[in-house]
């Protein structure tokens, strides 16, 4: 079994992660061409569950493997590296990405009707007006942080619109997702960890407090909002408890808001980046915008990896996986397989096919909410370029350290 020491290596230490992305994608680069998953050990870490070490799955083909068995590679207990200890889920309650089937079905069907075709289609006149808004505010303002003013502020409207959360409390939802995915999640000093573990718990108590309460309410009042139909028993008498409905809110409002944020934010800077790719898409903008978004998912993977836990003696690569062994599936790695994508460090928004795992890979977990992430950008792009066609990025983003969401946290701009 080939170790990091023995690769010079180490996935699990924040130093790694602290390094530019072109940096790590030629270790990763060198990881797959090992042909077999490497094992990286783990030191405790402060607050968190102290693991035995993980499995990398840089390649592609392992991490569609994985994602397409669930039954030996599972979600539970989490799907966070390091794995949170076991308080967080009697506190929280299950999240959807942290189960299984029969639960793990349960939860998605009841939660699937917000993403239904004809749910989606509802919400195309509230995004381009929203996106009307934000364009004018920006023209108003001037250009600042293309985070702050555009791509932070789209998703989460969308979100809260779907699911029924007053205006008059979106400001704080913002500011409470914002604290929440400010926590890396990877090792580091015990006063930082705590501090930040801290605002990160308060953030997400006060988001689930939030819609919990507002399910109360819509069972006694019901609308026709989300809440209202989650909370309410459907036609087969389904429908999700109040702390389900907590867990589901926090991960519509941090998985949802972070995707569709973030590849926004790197799409800019790609497109500002490659100005081939760029007049491609202003010359034939219906035509190119899908393949700019599947592009610009591979290129950056929003969501950079999840853990799975092996539930029965299996075999990868030559490596034999034991019951209990964590293995962590990096999409960013696999996003950039050279035995899959010709050229992967090329941005080409013509590129096809495109087999990302960008959203996840294929099997009972892919993104829920992929197509309304894919409609949020572009309507946001087709707002954008055309009234701004002169949009731009400039400088360096400010990139959050994180070993698991590629954030971007701010990006100057101008047009």
């Known amino acids: 079994m080939t170790t990091a020491v023995e690769t010079g290596i180490d996935l699990a230490d924040l130093a790694f992660w602290r390094r530019p992305p072109q940096e790590r994608d030629r270790d990763f680069a060198r990881l ?23 499995h990398a799955l840089v390649r592609h083909a392992d991490v569609v493997e994985a994602s397409r068995n669930a039954k030996v590679f599972s979600s539970e207990p989490a799907v966070t590296n390091p794995e949170p200890p076991g308080w967080v889920k009697h506190v929280f309650g299950d999240s959807m990405v ?21 749910m989606l289609g509802k919400l195309d006149d509230d995004i381009m007006r929203a996106a ?16 702050a003013q555009v791509a932070a502020r789209l998703p989460i409207h969308v979100i809260c619109s779907m699911v029924g959360v ?21 090792r580091m000093s015990l006063p930082r960890t705590v501090a930040m573990a801290g605002r990160n718990m308060a953030a997400l108590f006060a988001l689930q407090r939030l819609v919990i309460k507002l399910g109360r309410e819509r069972e006694r009042h019901p609308s026709d909002d989300l ?26 409002l941090v ?39 599947e592009e610009t998912v591979r290129y950056v993977s929003p969501i950079m990896q999840f853990r799975r836990t092996v539930t029965e003696e299996y075999e990868m690569r030559g490596v034999r996986l034991a019951p209990g062994d964590k293995v962590v599936l990096f999409y960013g790695s696999a996003n950039r397989d050279e035995d899959v994508f010709e050229d992967p460090d090329r941005y080409d928004i013509t590129r096809k096919p ?3 795992v960008g959203f996840g890979g294929p099997g009972p977990h892919f993104c829920l909410g992929a197509n309304l992430a894919r409609q949020e950008i572009k309507i946001m792009y087709r707002e954008l370029f055309t009234r701004l066609p002169g949009i731009r990025a400039v400088g360096r983003p400010d990139l959050l350290l994180s070993n698991f969401d590629n954030s971007v946290r701010t990006q100057a701009f101008t047009f």
Request: charged fraction near 30%.
């Open 32 to 54: 797959r061409k090992l042909d077999h998953p490497v094992f990286f050990a783990e030191r405790r870490v402060p607050l968190l569950r102290s693991g035995k070490g993980f």
């Open 98 to 118: 942290n189960l299984d089937d029969p639960k793990h079905a349960r939860l998605r069907r009841i939660v699937s009707r917000a993403f239904s075709p004809k």
């Open 132 to 147: 009307e808004r934000i364009v004018d505010d920006v023209v108003k303002e001037g250009p600042r942080d293309f985070v």
């Open 166 to 186: 007053p205006d008059d409390i979106r400001a704080k939802v913002h500011r409470h997702v914002d604290v929440s995915t400010a926590y890396t999640g990877v």
């Open 227 to 252: 809440i209202s139909s989650l909370v309410n028993a459907n036609v087969d008498g389904e429908r999700l408890t109040p702390k389900e409905l907590g867990s589901f809110f926090t991960l519509l």
């Open 255 to 293: 998985a949802g808001n972070e995707t569709a944020r973030n590849t926004m934010a790197h799409g800019l800077k790609l497109l500002t980046d490659n100005p081939g790719e760029r007049e491609r898409l202003a010359g034939d903008f219906e035509g190119h915008i899908g393949g700019a978004i």
């Open 354 to 356: 495109n087999p990302h």
